[in-house]
């Protein structure tokens, strides 16, 4: 019963340093999507995707690149890491319009 | 453009008091709303949705909402706090044909024995 899996839960890195967050669901949705999650800030959409193939920019996504080759997997790259993208990173996915589901995050440090 | 509201950051009731988290939105078309809950280290999960329909709005854990237009509000209640209702809590808004969702900031819900 695995949902929606989040990997790696913890990284650090450098200032500069690229890396990629992996998420992968396994119950055929259609939606995925990005957030991070700030203090006092909710949770921010990054990318999304409505199918394989389809992705589009939500409300945060300079810095990070997203692509969706598969249903099953939707992974988040970031270029050139920067304090500023310190946050907790959640993936969620869902069948369109109907309710999302989210992994367990993945915290973020760039010193 | 559609926003979220929350007032408090942080709320604290004693168990087994009532408990209200509030929500504004703002939307041009008519919204769908959610409210999710986070438990620490975890990710969200939803605790009930507005669509269409009934305004009074039953969820998981014996919590409710009420959609009013007139109002632009969908505030959550519980008539008796838990212990493990403990966590922070979030209010959220879509619209038909818009698959993004938009959070508000979250109220973190203290439940003081």
């Known amino acids: 019963n695995a949902g929606v899996t989040q990997t790696p839960k913890f990284q650090v890195l450098k200032t500069g340093q690229s890396m990629t967050l992996q998420c992968a669901q396994d119950?055929?949705?259609?939606?995925m999507s990005w957030y991070r999650q700030d203090p006092g800030m909710g949770l921010r959409l990054i990318h999304y995707?409505?199918?394989?193939?389809?992705?589009d920019q939500g409300e945060v996504p300079n810095g990070y690149n997203v692509s969706r080759s598969t249903t099953e997997d939707f992974p988040l790259r970031l270029l050139s890491a920067a304090p500023s993208q310190t946050s907790v990173y959640f993936c969620?996915?869902?069948?369109?319009?109907?309710?999302?589901?989210f992994g367990e995050g993945s915290r973020l440090t760039v010193l | 453009a559609q926003s979220v509201t929350q007032l408090g950051s942080h709320v604290s009731v004693s168990e087994g008091a009532l408990v209200l988290l509030r929500c504004n939105y703002s939307?041009?078309?008519?919204?769908?709303l959610f409210w999710y809950v986070q438990y620490p280290n975890q990710g969200l999960q939803l605790l009930l949705k507005?669509?269409?329909?009934?305004?009074l709005v039953k969820g998981i854990n014996g919590f409710e909402a009420e959609f009013k237009k007139s109002e632009t509000s969908f505030h959550l209640t519980k008539p008796s706090a838990h212990m493990s209702d403990a966590a922070e809590y979030f209010c959220?808004?879509?619209?038909?044909?818009?698959?993004?969702?938009?959070f508000g900031t979250g109220t973190r819900l203290t439940i003081i024995p």
């Open positions: 969620a996915s869902r069948t369109l319009g109907g309710k999302l589901f």
């Open positions: 119950m055929n949705h259609e939606y």
């Open positions: 995707s409505v199918g394989a193939g389809i992705t």
């Open positions: 939307s041009s078309v008519p919204p769908y």
């Open positions: 507005y669509t269409t329909g009934a305004t």
């Open positions: 959220a808004l879509s619209n038909f044909g818009n698959e993004k969702l938009t």
